[in-house]
């Protein structure tokens, strides 16, 4: 049994789903026990009703918004036509999107071919970068991690469409599934593109990129791998580029290219855009951007960015 679409009734950010019954939608026969591996401890909550209880998982403000959860009909069809087949089911703690931080969950186990390279992508949003990727490279294995049902739906419309076979997909808060679905070094490749950029100050502790999410990265993917990542809005360009620049786990693999009058950072700022004023002195002297990953498809979100006149941020890390 899969579940059905996680529970939209969910308030973002709300530590605790009280209709939540952990482990009740746990499905034998697609999470297989694996011996636990050693990997860096859980992070210890610091705030919030976690500190008393630990068991209030969710200390940490969420980084998205639950969306309508409606779904067209098509959109309905897939979702029962796919999901036991690429639907990696998780035992839910208090959320209806969180895992049991407990669970054990074998990932690799759920691709036809386990031992082919991985890569996530957290917040596939319709899922067009995997399901264009994993078209691309039938080699690979994919994971999309993204708590948006429809969106989940989109992608498996065409995965079914197209017949891919090396798509799975997660539908859970990102940090828990680096937490405790993924183990030490399985990742090859971790995505994240556009980011929930939360423009405003006060919503910056919302934000997925953290210094803590760097070392979640780090735990997972394996020495050599890489993580991608691609944003629209410079200030949280700025914020990637500083975590990877501070993290002991990882090398920018542009480190110092396109600097100064060829940086994406010192045209856009020179700018009146992203609701602030332009800076025509402004010069990015750090640089540090990848390239666009030729791998990166242009989703209709990025579209709508170009649209609006944004620029594209690309950012690629090796794991050390
Ligand atoms: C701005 S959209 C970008 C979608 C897609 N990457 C693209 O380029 O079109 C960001 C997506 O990340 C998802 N998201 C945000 N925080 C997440 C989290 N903590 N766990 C899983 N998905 C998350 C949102 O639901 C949303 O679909």
Redesign the pocket.
Same mark, same amino acid.
């Given at each position: 049994m899969t579940s059905s679409p996680a529970d939209s009734s969910a308030e973002p950010g709300a530590p605790a789903d009280p209709a939540g019954t952990p482990g009740a939608t746990a499905d034998a026969n697609q999470i297989t026990a694996v011996e636990p591996t050693a990997r860096t401890p859980r992070r210890q909550p610091v705030q919030g009703k976690a500190v008393e209880d630990p068991s209030f998982y969710r200390a940490e403000p969420?980084?998205?918004v639950r969306?309508g959860e409606r779904m067209t009909a098509g959109q309905e069809r897939a979702w029962e036509e796919m999901k036991d087949e690429i639907l990696i089911d998780v035992p839910r703690h208090h959320a209806s999107?969180s895992i049991l931080p407990d669970a054990v969950i074998d990932i690799p186990g759920a691709f036809e071919h386990p031992e082919r390279p991985l890569t996530v !992508? =957290? +917040?596939?949003? &319709?899922g !067009?970068?995997t399901a264009h990727a994993a078209a691309e490279h039938p080699e690979r294995n994919f994971l999309a991690? !993204?708590?948006?049902t429809p +969106?989940l739906a989109k992608l498996m419309e065409e995965v079914r469409d197209r017949g891919l076979k090396n798509v799975r997909v997660m539908q859970?808060?990102?940090?828990e599934?680096l937490d405790i679905a993924l183990q030490p070094g399985q990742v090859d490749e971790l995505w =994240?593109?556009?980011?929930?950029p939360w423009h405003k100050k006060r919503h910056h502790k919302r934000r &997925?990129i953290t210094d803590a999410f760097a070392e979640r990265a780090a735990s997972v993917i394996r020495p050599g791998g890489t993580w991608r990542l691609?944003t629209d809005w410079s200030n949280y360009a700025e914020q990637m580029r500083e975590i990877i620049a501070n993290s002991e786990d990882f090398v920018n693999l542009h480190a110092g290219e396109r600097a100064g009058l060829e940086s994406p950072l010192t045209d856009i700022r020179r700018q009146e855009i992203e609701n602030r004023e332009a800076e025509p002195e402004f010069v990015d002297e750090l640089g540090g951007w990848a390239p666009r990953f030729e791998g990166r498809t242009l989703?209709?979100?990025?579209a709508k960015a170009l649209r609006a006149g944004r620029n594209i941020f690309d950012l690629s890390a090796r794991r050390a």
């Open positions: 969420v980084s998205f969306r999107t !992508e =957290i +917040g596939s949003g &319709l !067009e970068a991690v !993204e708590v948006y +969106g859970a808060n990102a940090p599934v =994240i593109f556009f980011s929930d &997925l691609a989703t209709s979100f990025e």
